[in-house]
């Protein structure tokens, strides 16, 4: 078994590396002077080097001091980070869901009002941009993903089916009501989504036989594309959910006879064992039984 140096030293040691004296360490942490130079030496002694060399009545790091400063400034940090990762079963009443930011954005956040009027003693935790493979209740209550996790001990169901749809700046979608498919293509730059380079399944089989288009911008995040349709930069080929709030307000427009195509489902998925809390199910209940019902809260009323 690896021997390991107490964390009252390493503590010591991040104080009196941070602010470079081993009496404002001693009173940073409530200790005498001689308890920190004694658990400095300890550290010393175990790493079997000096740590610290001293300046006038303070002291600085060494080499060594330094490289291993950063080793313990990131275990610190990780212990700490560990605490907050486990704040929330502290209350039996949070629920940890995890989904993608499209459907954060899109989908959950202009239902948080419905959410908390529903449910208003149930403390939501949101985490995005992870992709999750699997779900030990420790980390994740319900995940929400295009991605569904085939395992024994997860259960999971379709919730809500997805499209792309080609959108762009209201001045854009007045001068191009009139231009048919596919020549629209060819009137106004496109906006690429890093992760679909074709921009839409069948633009290549298009350039094949013609049609000659360009590219205004390329981002790895869709929704940047959807600022720049904003901004008349050019059509933008996005998840409905994505481009949701800025349809919703009227600040982008689909581009009606430009055709979109379906994307991949999002699943609703939870462990097969039992939930931390009865809020688990609630929140379950919440969120299938909205995109159950197929409410109209973010969907635009004009588009």
Not at 180 to 197: H, I, K, T, Y
Not at 216 to 239: I, K
Not at 267 to 293: E, F, H, N
Request: overall charge neutral; some cysteine; proline content about 7%.
């Amino acid at each position: 078994m690896r021997r390991l140096p107490p964390l009252q030293a390493l503590l010591a040691f991040d104080a009196a590396a941070r602010l470079g004296s081993f009496t404002r360490a001693a009173q940073e942490l409530a200790l005498t002077q001689s308890a920190i130079s004694h658990q400095i030496q300890q550290l010393e002694e175990w790493t079997a080097q000096p740590l610290f060399r001293r300046i006038g009545r303070g002291v600085a790091l060494t080499a060594a001091g330094t490289l291993y400063a950063q080793t313990v400034t990131a275990a610190l940090a990780t212990l700490a980070d560990g605490r907050d990762r486990i704040e929330p079963y502290g209350n039996p009443d949070s629920v940890i869901v995890h989904c993608t930011p499209e459907f954060a954005s899109g989908w959950l956040m202009p239902r948080m009002g419905a959410f908390s009027a529903a449910l208003p003693d149930i403390e939501f935790w949101l985490v995005t941009g992870e992709k999750v493979n699997e779900i030990d209740r420790v980390d994740v209550d319900l995940v929400v993903s295009t991605q569904e996790i085939r395992t024994p001990e997860v259960i999971g169901e379709p919730l809500l089916d997805e499209e792309a749809v080609a959108i762009c700046g209201p001045r854009t979608a007045r001068r191009l009501r009139g231009v048919p498919f596919p020549e629209v293509l060819a009137q106004v730059p496109l906006l690429v989504d890093e992760a679909r380079p074709d921009w839409a399944p069948w633009l290549p089989e298009l350039r094949r036989a013609g049609l000659r288009t360009r590219r205004a911008m390329t981002a790895n995040d869709a929704r940047f594309l959807v600022s720049a349709a904003e901004q008349d930069v050019g059509l933008a080929m996005v998840s409905r959910l994505t481009a949701g709030e800025a349809l919703s307000s009227g600040r982008v427009k689909i581009l009606r006879q430009v055709p979109g195509f379906a994307l991949a489902p999002f699943w609703l998925m939870r462990s097969a064992q039992p939930p931390r809390s009865a809020a688990v199910d609630a929140v379950y209940a919440w969120i299938k039984g909205l995109c159950q019902t197929g409410d109209q809260a973010s969907k635009p009323a004009s588009e």
